[in-house]
């Protein structure tokens, strides 16, 4: 059986599960979108997708999904200055320098769903260098400003991997005034 590219296999479990929170018909942003497994899942919830990767191939494969930007966001400058998105999915990456890009990219009521790999990792596999593994909680304070909708941080078994998870919502005023979220789809 052929190994399926990073962006062929289903969508994260955690994405589909938050991506109602997204506001309707609103542009999505999806960060490292490899083969385009979440960007092919919010195209087909109704979303305009922009995905970002610096893998060529990947960026061939997501252009007929909405925009497609091949850029190295680590060592050249961010490709999207000044624009923002409804939603920002970002799933299996992590470059801390990146933060206030990601941030700043969030429209009012934009959702940021986030899930990566965090320490602990390294007991069961790769990633397992510090730089790639979340801190305990740290998407809970890079998420300060935000309004936290939902957090898990642990191990999961299939396949063994450590990760944390977020979905927080950018409040329009600036405050944590209650918001009514959906906890089903």
């Excluded at 979303?47 to 966001?73: F, K, M, W, Y």
């Excluded at 309004?147 to 405050?175: C, H, W």
Aim: charged content about 15%; overall charge neutral; hydrophobic content about 40%.
């Amino acid at each position: 059986m052929r190994a399926l590219l990073h962006g062929q296999e289903s969508p994260s479990a955690w994405v589909t599960r938050w991506s109602h929170l997204l506001p309707v018909g609103c542009s999505v942003l999806d960060l490292a979108c490899g083969h385009g497994r979440h960007m092919r899942h919010l195209s087909d919830r109704g979303h305009p997708v922009t995905g970002v990767d610096r893998n060529p191939q990947a960026i061939a494969a997501v252009s007929p999904l909405g925009e497609a930007i091949c850029a190295d966001i680590e060592a050249g400058p961010w490709p999207l200055p000044n624009r923002t998105f409804g939603g920002v999915v970002v799933t299996n990456y992590l470059w801390r320098p990146l933060w206030p890009a990601i941030l700043n990219s969030l429209a009012p009521h934009g959702v940021l769903i986030y899930e990566t790999f965090s320490a602990g990792n390294e007991t069961v596999g790769k990633p397992s260098r510090p730089d790639f593994l979340l801190r305990p909680a740290e998407l809970l304070t890079v998420c300060l400003g935000l309004r936290v909708v939902a957090f898990e941080e642990g191990f999961l078994d299939s396949p063994e991997r450590f990760v944390q998870r977020i979905a927080a919502v950018r409040v329009s005023d600036g405050t944590q005034t209650p918001w009514r979220y959906p906890l089903n789809a």
